[in-house]
T-cell receptor, first 115, second 111 residues
Framework: AQTVTQSQPEMSVQEAETVTLSCTYDTSESDYYLFWYKQPPSRQMILVIRQEAYKQQNATENRFSVNFQKAAKSFSLKISDSQLGDAAMYFCASLYGGATNKLIFGTGTLLAVQP | NAGVTQTPKFRVLKTGQSMTLLCAQDMNHEYMYWYRQDPGMGLRLIHYSVGEGTTAKGEVPDGYNVSRLKKQNFLLGLESAAPSQTSVYFC??????????FGPGTRLTVL
C-alpha cells in the first residue's frame, strides 16, 4: 500500500527565517513522483514543487526546495526567507498508479509565520 | 482560461437528499479526479476518469457515483446523502504530464 506520512501537525517560523517540513513515504513503484501542495485559508490547492524519483537533483522553485532522500524515502520541503503569505497547510503527496496517476496525500502540516 | 471550476461552492443537504457536484475544466485534460478532504486528513480519492466515457473507483467510492459524458465535465453524485459525507470536495484534472490541477473545492454539509 502506498502511504505518505507527515509527522509534524503544526510548525511555526519567524518571518525571513527558514523552516523545513518533513515527509516520508512508502511505495512499491519504481517510477514515481512526489509533490508538495499548499492550501491557504482560501482552500485552493496550489502546487508548490514536484520531484521526479528518477532525478538525483533536488527540485527548487524560488524560495522552495526539497531534500529528496530516495533510499530513506524522505521528501522534506525547505522554505527560505519565510513570508507571511507562506502561512498555510502544506500537504506532501506521492503519485502512484502509472497512467491513472493517483495521488496519496499526507495529513498535512499547518505552518504559521510569525511577524 | 478558467482552469478547473466547481459548482456549487457551498451546499447544505438533509440526510437522504440527493445532489450532483459539477466539475468543469477548459484545458482539454484527459484525466479528472474527485477527492474529499476531512479534518485532520489529507485528500482521499473517491473516483477518477482517464477519459471521456470512462470512470473508475478510488479509495473511498462508497455512496458516490460519477459520470464523464463530456471530456470537460466530471460529475459527482450523491444519491442518498449521509452525515458521514459532510466534507470538502475537490476536483482535479491533469494533462499528459503528472501534475494535477485542483478546483477551488465545494463545502458540503449533510444534516
Amino acid at each position: 500500500a502506498q502511504t505518505v506520512t507527515q509527522s509534524q501537525p503544526e510548525m511555526s517560523v519567524q518571518e525571513a527565517e527558514t523552516v523545513t517540513l518533513s515527509c516520508t513515504y512508502d511505495t512499491s513503484e519504481s517510477d514515481y513522483y512526489l509533490f508538495w501542495y499548499k492550501q491557504p485559508p482560501s482552500r485552493q490547492m496550489i502546487l508548490v514543487i514536484r520531484q521526479e524519483a528518477y532525478k538525483q537533483q533536488n527540485a527548487t522553485e524560488n524560495r522552495f526546495s526539497v531534500n529528496f532522500q530516495k533510499a530513506a524515502k524522505s521528501f522534506s520541503l525547505k522554505i527560505s526567507d519565510s513570508q507571511l503569505g507562506d502561512a498555510a497547510m502544506y500537504f506532501c503527496a506521492s503519485l502512484y498508479g502509472g497512467a491513472t496517476n493517483k495521488l496519496i496525500f499526507g495529513t498535512g502540516t499547518l505552518l504559521a509565520v510569525q511577524p | 482560461n478558467a482552469g478547473v471550476t466547481q459548482t456549487p461552492k457551498f451546499r447544505v443537504l438533509k440526510t437522504g437528499q440527493s445532489m450532483t457536484l459539477l466539475c468543469a475544466q477548459d484545458m482539454n485534460h484527459e484525466y479528472m479526479y474527485w477527492y474529499r478532504q476531512d479534518p485532520g486528513m489529507g485528500l482521499r480519492l473517491i473516483h477518477y476518469s482517464v477519459g471521456e466515457g470512462t470512470t473508475a473507483k478510488g479509495e473511498v467510492p462508497d455512496g458516490y457515483n460519477v459520470s464523464r459524458l463530456k471530456k470537460q465535465n466530471f460529475l459527482l453524485g450523491l444519491e442518498s446523502a449521509a452525515p458521514s459525507q459532510t466534507s470538502v470536495y475537490f476536483c482535479a484534472s491533469r494533462p499528459t504530464s503528472n501534475t494535477q490541477y485542483f478546483g477551488p473545492g465545494t463545502r458540503l454539509t449533510v444534516l
